[in-house]
């Protein structure tokens, strides 16, 4: 694999540019930090395991783990266990500070049996991580809270290499908001460092509130790793558009219920508008996932005589394969909106076991968000869609 940035004059034979999100968050591997990167890519879809994926864990920590070969991953006497303040259980390795997530409350499981588990598992990601340094296919990615400095990337950069060509991802936050999503050589020694700027971190206590612009930078790293075609935008909004109103039984729509589902509906190629959920897919618009507070703004076109309704375009986009449609603003339109039967004959649709994402309302409401809770795991997919974002869903499910 090419790993090296281009030099001056330098041209690369371009790779086919992956057509889903899904497809670039999974080229990436999370150095730990906290759980963000890793809620991000569950947030498109992408399920696969990682050493510090949801590890909170120091740079030093980090370090001493890299240069000794995650060694000491195969003695369980320096694996615990803990109650967090949520009566989950957290894996803690207290000889290095490491704690991640088991998503199992306490006093619901045997914690003697999670324990033994819980061992196998970290015994079992410290060999995958080995295996994908040694590989050299991901582009490891480190965040920086403000506490990084190019000595210390140069020591993280050089323990990567010790097993291979790798790259890091050098992932800190800026207030110029012409560099925030954008990627570029770091200026530390060595051409497999890049420097990548984001406007704000999640919180530690909420790391599912990610910013929307992890999906430009990822893509614009992607880009230099493969020399892609740069396919999202920098963020600016586009110029508003008409759409024209229709309902989801309008033959004009590449819609159909889905068979069996009692009560579906299947959009292809559909795009929808946060935050409030609207539905469109060309230059039409869905009538029945327009909210109310819109309606006013719903006029008639002089010419055509069509009801039309002008959108502004999204600056930032997201590709999905599938997605449950679940916008929802009160815990009573949550309860006639998700349907777990309707979701899983959906995912059998689908094939192969496949799981739709779920995207849920913008919202801080904790009834709201409470009742989410009750009705869909924990660990299910599911993103947010903010104001001035869209989500492009090859296959959409409405409940309907």
């Known amino acids: 694999m090419q790993t090296e940035l281009p030099g001056p004059g330098e041209t690369h ?3 086919p540019s992956p057509r889903f999100d899904s497809d670039v968050l999974r080229r990436f591997e999370s150095l730990g930090d906290n759980c963000e990167l890793g809620l991000v890519q569950v947030a498109v879809g992408v399920d696969q395991m990682g050493f510090f994926r949801f590890n909170n864990s120091n740079f030093e920590a980090l370090l001493a783990v890299l240069e000794n070969g995650f060694r000491d991953f195969e003695d369980p ?19 290095y500070g490491f704690r991640y997530h088991t998503f199992q409350t306490a006093g619901q ?43 210390q990337i140069l020591r993280l950069y050089a323990a990567l290499q010790s097993y291979g060509d790798n790259r890091l991802l050098w992932v800190s936050c800026s207030d110029d908001q012409e560099k925030v999503g954008r990627v570029e050589p770091s200026g530390v020694p060595g051409k497999g460092v890049l ?25 614009a790293a992607l880009q230099i790793q493969d020399d892609l075609p740069e396919r999202h935008g920098a963020g600016a909004s586009s110029p508003a558009r008409d759409y024209r109103l229709c309902s989801i039984n309008d033959s004009r729509l590449r819609a159909a219920r889905l068979a069996g589902g009692d009560g579906g509906f299947v959009v292809d190629r559909a795009r929808v508008h946060g ?28 010419e055509t005589g069509a009801r039309v309704l002008e959108l502004p375009e999204a600056g930032y986009q997201v590709q999905l394969r599938a997605a449950y ?35 849920i309302p913008e919202r801080e409401d904790f009834v709201v968000l409470q009742s989410l809770r009750e009705l869909v795991h924990a660990r299910m997919p599911r993103l947010s869609v903010p104001q001035g974002a869209a989500i492009s869903v090859d296959r959409l499910l409405l409940p309907g």
Request: aromatic share 10%; hydrophobic share 35%.
């Open 275 to 302: 935050p409030d959920g609207i539905v469109t897919q060309g230059d039409l618009l869905i009538q029945e996932s327009l909210p109310d507070s819109w309606q006013s703004q719903v006029r008639e076109d002089l």
């Open 109 to 151: 499981v045997d914690v003697d049996a999670l324990l033994a588990q819980q061992t196998k598992v970290l015994q079992w990601l410290a060999r995958k991580m080995l295996e994908d340094l040694r590989s050299g296919e991901k582009i490891f990615l480190r965040k920086d809270s403000g506490d990084l400095d190019e000595a």
């Open 13 to 15: 034979e371009a790779a």
């Open 77 to 95: 006497r320096y694996i615990e266990l803990e109650t967090a303040c949520n009566d989950e259980l957290i894996v803690v390795v207290p000889r």
């Open 195 to 219: 420097r990548g700027y984001m406007d704000a971190f999640s919180q530690y206590e909420d790391g599912r509130s990610f910013s929307y612009r992890w999906f430009e930078l990822c893509r």
């Open 325 to 359: 449609h679940l916008f929802a603003h009160s815990k009573s339109e949550l309860d006639q909106r998700y349907c777990d039967q309707l979701r899983k004959h959906f995912s059998g649709v689908l094939g192969e076991g496949a799981q739709p994402i779920l995207l």
